[in-house]
């Protein structure tokens, strides 16, 4: 109680985390800090090392604030709401890796669901109006026809239970929205988010094999991992990989900000849906080719099969974004290599 009044009467703006240990959760840690609020991460490290907590601390000269716990257990959770007065919140805790969606289902329905639920349960009770929900851009299913999907883009069938939880969760905070709550909520969906932060101290760090290209990538370079495969050389795009929109980690995570500004003005309850990317798209072997070029090294890869739920090509149509938000990336795929580079160097030195 004492920290709520302290809270009102410093004009404290606190912002509540799930996730935000987690790679694209800590780059917009840093952001939140850097543009006047006091994030407080709820985590319980289940894809994300304490040593993240470091860094952040490093980076931005602050002590972090942040609660061990899962989001799942409802009363656990209920005690950061009573704990502090959010201004809002930004929902990143969820499982993410496509093929292991397809493997266990269970596992990401009951975690990726139940912890948006509590999310948007505890908002309403603490009346936490402004939230941002992670989505993703595998809500578009595989375009068919133009590959560069509008917000409009007719929704297809997931093509994993991964892209199906963020489906359904944004139909949840519809359906929520529909009833007469008085929450706020943008859906980010975002493209893939590469690169690290520029200080090299965090950056895309999993817990066991990681299944994103560029840490696989960093990974294979330094030695931890002995090879990368290329799933599938026989896609209908010009050097027969997939294509997707990357953004680099820190621009995403500005998007955010930007986010909580927008709906901090909105007078009244909403939910719309935001496409986050570049509009531009990128091969696997242009990734592959460019990260040789920046580190100035030869990659141990090789084609595999094709794998279960992948999207052959895919890009953001980004006018939204750019005309709601005021916001654009700077950032290009070259520095996200350099800087995931960097950061994989650093991680090796210590
Ligand atoms: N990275 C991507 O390629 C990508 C693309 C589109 C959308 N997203 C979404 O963005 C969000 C963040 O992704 P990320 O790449 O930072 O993932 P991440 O795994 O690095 O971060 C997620 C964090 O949430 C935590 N977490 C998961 N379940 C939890 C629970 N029940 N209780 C407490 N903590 C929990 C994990 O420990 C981790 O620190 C996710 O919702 C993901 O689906 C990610």
Known sequence: MISRIFEIMNDV????????????GSHT???????????????????????????????????????????????????????????????????????????????????????LINCLELAEKYHVENIVFSSSCTVYGEPTGVKT????????????????????????????????????????????????????????LPIGKPTNLLPFVTQTAIGKLDELTVFGNDYNTPDGTCIRDYIHVCDLALAHVKSIEWLENQPNSLSDSINIGTGKGTSVLEIIHTFEKVSE??????????????????YANVDKSWKLLKWKPTKTVKDAIFDAWNWELKLNND
């Open 13 to 24: 703006k606190h912002i509540l985390v799930t996730g935000g240990a987690g790679y694209i």
């Open 29 to 115: 840690v840093v952001e939140l800090y850097e543009n006047g609020y006091i994030p407080v991460i709820v985590d319980d490290f289940r894809n994300s090392h304490l040593s993240v907590i470091n860094g952040l601390e490093k980076i931005t000269g602050q002590k972090i604030i942040y609660r061990k716990l899962d989001v799942c257990d409802y009363k656990a959770f209920e005690k950061v709401f009573i704990e502090f007065s959010f201004v809002g919140a930004i929902h990143f805790a969820a499982y993410k890796a496509v093929g292991e969606s397809v493997q266990s289902p269970l596992k990401y329905y009951k975690n990726n669901l139940l912890a």
């Open 149 to 204: 999907v509008t917000e409009e883009s007719k929704i297809q069938p997931a093509s994993s239970p991964y892209g199906n939880s963020k489906q359904i969760g944004e139909e949840i905070i519809d359906d929520l929205i529909k009833s007469g709550s008085s929450l706020k909520i943008l859906k980010l969906r975002y493209f893939n988010p590469v690169g690290a932060h520029e200080t090299g101290l965090i950056g895309e």
């Open 297 to 314: 090294s030869s990659l141990n890869w090789k084609f595999g099969d094709r794998r279960d739920g992948d999207i052959e090509e895919i």
